[in-house]
Protein backbone atom coordinates (compact mmCIF):
# COMPACT_ATOMS: atom_id res chain seq x y z
CA UNK A 1 0.00 0.00 0.00
CA UNK A 2 1.51 3.32 -1.28
CA UNK A 3 1.97 6.64 0.91
CA UNK A 4 0.95 9.86 -0.39
CA UNK A 5 3.57 12.46 0.54
CA UNK A 6 1.53 15.22 1.17
CA UNK A 7 4.72 17.84 0.66
CA UNK A 8 5.16 16.46 -2.60
CA UNK A 9 2.22 17.70 -3.72
CA UNK A 10 2.07 21.34 -5.74
CA UNK A 11 -1.06 23.04 -4.60
CA UNK A 12 -1.91 25.87 -6.54
CA UNK A 13 -0.71 29.24 -6.18
CA UNK A 14 -2.56 31.61 -4.26
CA UNK A 15 -1.69 35.16 -6.39
CA UNK A 16 -0.76 38.47 -3.85
CA UNK A 17 -1.96 40.29 -6.52
CA UNK A 18 -3.76 43.83 -5.16
CA UNK A 19 -5.47 46.31 -6.85
CA UNK A 20 -2.47 48.48 -7.28
CA UNK A 21 -0.58 45.88 -8.62
CA UNK A 22 -2.93 45.71 -11.35
CA UNK A 23 -2.77 49.72 -11.90
CA UNK A 24 0.85 49.31 -12.01
CA UNK A 25 0.85 46.87 -14.99
CA UNK A 26 -0.98 49.35 -17.05
CA UNK A 27 2.00 51.99 -17.25
CA UNK A 28 0.33 54.94 -15.66
CA UNK A 29 2.63 57.43 -16.64
CA UNK A 30 2.44 56.35 -20.00
CA UNK A 31 -0.90 56.14 -20.18
CA UNK A 32 -1.38 59.60 -18.60
CA UNK A 33 0.52 60.89 -21.95
CA UNK A 34 -1.82 58.55 -24.16
CA UNK A 35 -4.75 59.94 -23.08
CA UNK A 36 -3.45 63.29 -23.23
CA UNK A 37 -2.32 63.07 -26.82
CA UNK A 38 -4.96 61.28 -28.13
CA UNK A 39 -7.63 63.98 -26.41
CA UNK A 40 -5.37 66.43 -28.42
CA UNK A 41 -6.40 64.39 -31.61
CA UNK A 42 -10.09 64.19 -30.55
CA UNK A 43 -10.38 67.95 -29.95
CA UNK A 44 -8.57 69.49 -32.58
CA UNK A 45 -10.61 67.01 -35.40
CA UNK A 46 -13.41 68.63 -37.49
CA UNK A 47 -16.95 67.96 -37.16
CA UNK A 48 -19.01 67.05 -34.03
CA UNK A 49 -18.64 63.65 -31.54
CA UNK A 50 -21.23 62.77 -29.47
CA UNK A 51 -19.69 63.47 -25.78
CA UNK A 52 -20.45 59.82 -25.01
CA UNK A 53 -18.79 58.41 -28.14
CA UNK A 54 -15.77 61.22 -27.56
CA UNK A 55 -15.79 59.29 -23.51
CA UNK A 56 -15.89 56.11 -24.86
CA UNK A 57 -12.93 56.66 -27.82
CA UNK A 58 -10.61 57.72 -24.69
CA UNK A 59 -11.12 55.03 -22.25
CA UNK A 60 -10.78 52.06 -25.17
CA UNK A 61 -7.44 54.27 -26.25
CA UNK A 62 -6.48 54.10 -22.62
CA UNK A 63 -7.19 50.57 -22.17
CA UNK A 64 -5.67 49.60 -25.17
CA UNK A 65 -2.18 51.71 -23.34
CA UNK A 66 -2.48 49.81 -20.24
CA UNK A 67 -3.03 46.41 -21.98
CA UNK A 68 0.05 47.31 -24.24
CA UNK A 69 1.67 47.78 -20.94
CA UNK A 70 0.66 44.90 -19.16
CA UNK A 71 1.41 42.06 -21.88
CA UNK A 72 5.19 43.77 -22.19
CA UNK A 73 6.01 43.68 -18.73
CA UNK A 74 4.60 39.78 -19.01
CA UNK A 75 7.52 39.17 -21.60
CA UNK A 76 9.95 41.48 -19.84
CA UNK A 77 9.61 40.37 -16.83
CA UNK A 78 12.80 38.38 -16.59
CA UNK A 79 15.21 41.72 -17.70
CA UNK A 80 12.66 44.06 -15.30
CA UNK A 81 14.04 42.38 -12.18
CA UNK A 82 17.69 43.32 -13.30
CA UNK A 83 17.03 46.85 -13.75
CA UNK A 84 16.88 49.23 -11.14
CA UNK A 85 14.17 51.34 -12.76
CA UNK A 86 11.98 48.64 -13.20
CA UNK A 87 12.90 46.09 -10.47
CA UNK A 88 9.72 47.13 -7.65
CA UNK A 89 7.24 46.34 -11.36
CA UNK A 90 4.78 43.72 -10.07
CA UNK A 91 6.06 40.73 -11.80
CA UNK A 92 9.93 40.87 -10.72
CA UNK A 93 8.71 41.53 -7.14
CA UNK A 94 6.60 38.17 -7.34
CA UNK A 95 3.39 40.10 -7.01
CA UNK A 96 2.00 38.77 -10.13
CA UNK A 97 2.74 36.19 -12.22
CA UNK A 98 3.82 36.57 -16.22
CA UNK A 99 1.01 34.26 -17.00
CA UNK A 100 -1.71 36.11 -15.00
CA UNK A 101 -0.20 39.46 -16.52
CA UNK A 102 -0.69 38.14 -20.26
CA UNK A 103 -4.18 37.07 -19.57
CA UNK A 104 -4.62 40.28 -18.44
CA UNK A 105 -3.29 42.60 -20.97
CA UNK A 106 -4.81 39.91 -23.46
CA UNK A 107 -8.57 40.44 -21.89
CA UNK A 108 -8.11 44.23 -21.79
CA UNK A 109 -6.57 44.38 -25.62
CA UNK A 110 -9.50 42.18 -26.86
CA UNK A 111 -12.33 44.34 -25.27
CA UNK A 112 -10.89 48.01 -25.99
CA UNK A 113 -10.51 46.90 -29.72
CA UNK A 114 -14.07 45.63 -29.79
CA UNK A 115 -15.30 48.19 -27.99
CA UNK A 116 -13.99 50.54 -29.97
CA UNK A 117 -14.56 49.09 -33.30
CA UNK A 118 -18.44 48.43 -32.52
CA UNK A 119 -19.30 51.60 -30.63
CA UNK A 120 -17.08 54.43 -32.60
CA UNK A 121 -16.00 53.08 -35.97
CA UNK A 122 -13.66 50.40 -37.27
CA UNK A 123 -11.08 52.59 -38.86
CA UNK A 124 -10.28 53.39 -35.17
CA UNK A 125 -10.49 49.78 -33.61
CA UNK A 126 -8.12 48.94 -36.45
CA UNK A 127 -5.80 51.47 -35.85
CA UNK A 128 -6.11 50.59 -32.19
CA UNK A 129 -5.45 47.05 -32.65
CA UNK A 130 -2.68 48.03 -34.77
CA UNK A 131 -0.56 50.28 -32.49
CA UNK A 132 -1.54 47.36 -29.51
CA UNK A 133 -0.08 44.76 -32.04
CA UNK A 134 3.13 46.87 -32.88
CA UNK A 135 4.14 47.93 -29.57
CA UNK A 136 4.04 44.40 -27.93
CA UNK A 137 5.26 41.96 -31.06
CA UNK A 138 7.34 44.41 -33.30
CA UNK A 139 8.65 46.52 -30.57
CA UNK A 140 8.68 44.65 -26.99
CA UNK A 141 9.37 40.67 -28.59
CA UNK A 142 11.20 41.82 -31.98
CA UNK A 143 13.00 45.35 -31.48
CA UNK A 144 14.13 45.59 -27.78
CA UNK A 145 16.25 42.97 -27.22
CA UNK A 146 17.44 42.95 -31.04
CA UNK A 147 18.68 46.29 -32.52
CA UNK A 148 19.89 49.45 -31.05
CA UNK A 149 17.23 51.48 -33.29
CA UNK A 150 14.58 49.44 -30.91
CA UNK A 151 13.08 53.22 -29.97
CA UNK A 152 13.29 54.60 -33.20
CA UNK A 153 11.10 51.95 -34.83
CA UNK A 154 9.03 50.99 -31.73
CA UNK A 155 8.24 54.50 -31.66
CA UNK A 156 5.65 54.50 -33.73
CA UNK A 157 3.43 52.91 -31.33
CA UNK A 158 3.23 55.71 -28.87
CA UNK A 159 2.98 58.06 -32.00
CA UNK A 160 -0.36 56.45 -33.27
CA UNK A 161 -2.41 57.79 -30.20
CA UNK A 162 -3.93 61.03 -31.58
CA UNK A 163 -4.42 59.51 -35.18
CA UNK A 164 -6.72 56.66 -33.43
CA UNK A 165 -8.56 59.42 -31.86
CA UNK A 166 -8.70 61.37 -34.91
CA UNK A 167 -9.76 58.51 -36.73
CA UNK A 168 -12.44 57.94 -34.10
CA UNK A 169 -14.05 61.49 -34.07
CA UNK A 170 -13.89 61.52 -37.94
CA UNK A 171 -14.20 58.22 -39.56
CA UNK A 172 -11.40 59.59 -41.80
CA UNK A 173 -7.42 60.42 -41.98
CA UNK A 174 -5.86 63.65 -43.04
CA UNK A 175 -2.77 65.61 -43.01
CA UNK A 176 -3.50 66.73 -39.19
CA UNK A 177 -2.96 63.43 -36.98
CA UNK A 178 -0.43 62.58 -39.26
CA UNK A 179 1.35 65.81 -38.42
CA UNK A 180 1.03 64.66 -34.67
CA UNK A 181 2.24 61.39 -35.28
CA UNK A 182 5.37 62.98 -36.99
CA UNK A 183 6.30 65.32 -34.33
CA UNK A 184 5.59 62.47 -31.30
CA UNK A 185 7.95 60.12 -33.65
CA UNK A 186 10.04 62.13 -33.92
CA UNK A 187 10.48 63.30 -30.58
CA UNK A 188 10.59 59.79 -28.60
CA UNK A 189 14.50 58.82 -29.28
CA UNK A 190 16.11 62.07 -27.77
CA UNK A 191 13.66 61.49 -24.90
CA UNK A 192 14.31 57.80 -24.39
CA UNK A 193 17.71 58.27 -25.26
CA UNK A 194 18.47 61.13 -23.09
CA UNK A 195 16.99 58.51 -20.34
CA UNK A 196 19.55 55.86 -21.59
CA UNK A 197 22.59 57.83 -20.98
CA UNK A 198 21.66 58.00 -17.35
CA UNK A 199 20.83 54.43 -17.03
CA UNK A 200 23.04 52.98 -19.29
CA UNK A 201 24.33 50.14 -16.36
CA UNK A 202 20.76 49.13 -16.11
CA UNK A 203 19.98 48.52 -19.79
CA UNK A 204 23.98 47.08 -19.66
CA UNK A 205 23.08 45.08 -17.10
CA UNK A 206 19.90 43.62 -18.73
CA UNK A 207 21.63 43.03 -22.17
CA UNK A 208 19.53 45.55 -23.56
CA UNK A 209 21.08 47.21 -27.00
CA UNK A 210 20.31 50.91 -25.88
CA UNK A 211 22.35 53.02 -28.33
CA UNK A 212 24.73 54.13 -25.47
CA UNK A 213 25.08 50.37 -24.96
CA UNK A 214 26.05 49.79 -28.33
CA UNK A 215 27.35 52.67 -29.85
CA UNK A 216 28.64 54.77 -26.96
CA UNK A 217 27.73 57.75 -25.37
CA UNK A 218 29.26 60.21 -27.41
CA UNK A 219 27.16 58.78 -30.80
CA UNK A 220 24.23 58.51 -28.55
CA UNK A 221 24.68 62.51 -27.67
CA UNK A 222 25.25 63.01 -31.65
CA UNK A 223 21.61 60.88 -32.63
CA UNK A 224 20.28 63.26 -29.54
CA UNK A 225 21.25 66.26 -31.52
CA UNK A 226 20.35 65.24 -35.43
CA UNK A 227 17.01 63.74 -33.95
CA UNK A 228 16.05 67.27 -32.10
CA UNK A 229 16.96 68.97 -35.15
CA UNK A 230 14.45 67.53 -37.33
CA UNK A 231 12.25 67.25 -34.22
CA UNK A 232 11.77 70.90 -33.54
CA UNK A 233 11.49 71.48 -37.77
CA UNK A 234 9.04 69.13 -37.94
CA UNK A 235 7.05 71.10 -34.98
CA UNK A 236 7.59 74.21 -36.56
CA UNK A 237 5.75 73.06 -39.71
CA UNK A 238 2.56 72.82 -39.09
CA UNK A 239 2.31 76.72 -38.73
CA UNK A 240 3.59 78.04 -42.00
CA UNK A 241 1.67 75.14 -43.95
CA UNK A 242 -1.51 76.52 -42.27
CA UNK A 243 -2.79 73.45 -40.49
CA UNK A 244 -2.26 75.35 -36.80
CA UNK A 245 -2.59 78.84 -36.14
CA UNK A 246 0.14 81.36 -34.63
CA UNK A 247 -0.56 80.35 -30.72
CA UNK A 248 0.76 77.35 -32.30
CA UNK A 249 3.63 78.14 -34.15
CA UNK A 250 4.73 80.90 -32.10
CA UNK A 251 4.96 78.30 -28.99
CA UNK A 252 6.45 75.59 -30.83
CA UNK A 253 9.48 77.94 -31.76
CA UNK A 254 10.33 79.03 -27.99
CA UNK A 255 10.09 75.17 -27.07
CA UNK A 256 11.87 74.43 -30.05
CA UNK A 257 14.62 76.53 -28.85
CA UNK A 258 14.56 75.43 -25.34
CA UNK A 259 14.94 71.87 -26.70
CA UNK A 260 17.93 72.55 -29.07
CA UNK A 261 19.81 74.36 -26.48
CA UNK A 262 19.70 71.44 -23.62
CA UNK A 263 20.52 69.42 -26.87
CA UNK A 264 23.36 71.05 -27.77
CA UNK A 265 23.76 71.27 -24.20
CA UNK A 266 24.36 67.61 -23.73
CA UNK A 267 26.51 67.38 -27.15
CA UNK A 268 28.93 69.18 -25.29
CA UNK A 269 28.93 68.08 -21.78
CA UNK A 270 30.60 64.71 -21.64
CA UNK A 271 32.35 64.27 -18.59
CA UNK A 272 31.48 64.03 -14.73
CA UNK A 273 28.01 65.24 -13.26
CA UNK A 274 27.92 68.09 -15.40
CA UNK A 275 27.20 65.81 -18.63
CA UNK A 276 24.93 63.71 -16.34
CA UNK A 277 23.01 67.01 -14.99
CA UNK A 278 22.88 68.22 -19.09
CA UNK A 279 20.88 64.84 -20.12
CA UNK A 280 18.20 65.24 -16.98
CA UNK A 281 17.64 68.34 -17.46
CA UNK A 282 16.78 67.74 -21.60
CA UNK A 283 15.07 64.35 -20.42
CA UNK A 284 12.98 66.34 -17.66
CA UNK A 285 12.12 69.30 -20.46
CA UNK A 286 11.25 66.70 -23.56
CA UNK A 287 8.15 65.84 -21.24
CA UNK A 288 7.16 69.82 -20.79
CA UNK A 289 7.83 70.07 -24.51
CA UNK A 290 5.46 67.52 -25.70
CA UNK A 291 2.85 68.73 -23.07
CA UNK A 292 2.77 72.12 -24.12
CA UNK A 293 3.01 71.81 -27.48
CA UNK A 294 -0.01 69.19 -26.98
CA UNK A 295 -1.85 71.46 -24.94
CA UNK A 296 -1.29 74.34 -26.97
CA UNK A 297 -3.58 73.13 -30.32
CA UNK A 298 -6.16 72.76 -26.94
CA UNK A 299 -5.91 76.46 -26.05
CA UNK A 300 -6.08 77.28 -30.19
CA UNK A 301 -9.32 75.62 -30.52
CA UNK A 302 -11.02 77.37 -27.01
CA UNK A 303 -9.39 80.41 -29.07
CA UNK A 304 -11.15 80.02 -31.75
CA UNK A 305 -14.70 79.01 -30.18
CA UNK A 306 -14.77 82.22 -28.39
CA UNK A 307 -14.23 84.02 -31.44
CA UNK A 308 -16.80 82.51 -32.96
CA UNK A 309 -19.06 83.40 -30.08
CA UNK A 310 -17.58 86.66 -30.02
CA UNK A 311 -18.41 87.24 -33.80
Not at 23 to 39: C, D, E, G, H, Q
Not at 61 to 66: D, E, K, L, R, S
Not at 129 to 136: G, L, Q
Not at 208 to 234: C, K, N
Amino acid sequence: MSVVDHNAIELPRISEAEVGDYLALLKPRVMSLVIFTALVGLVIAPGHIHPILAFTSILCIAVGAGASGALNMAYEGDIDALMSRTANRPIPRGRITREEATAFGLILAFFSVMTLGILVNWLAGGLLAFTIFFYVVIYTMLLKRWTAQNIVIGGAAGALPPVVAWAAATGSLSMEPVLLFLIIFFWTPPHFWALALFRSDDYARAGIPMLPVVAGPDATRLQILLYTVVLVAIAVAPWPLGYFDAIYGITSLVLGAGMMALAINVYRRREGTEALRATRRLFAFSILYLFALFATLLLEVVVRGVMALIG
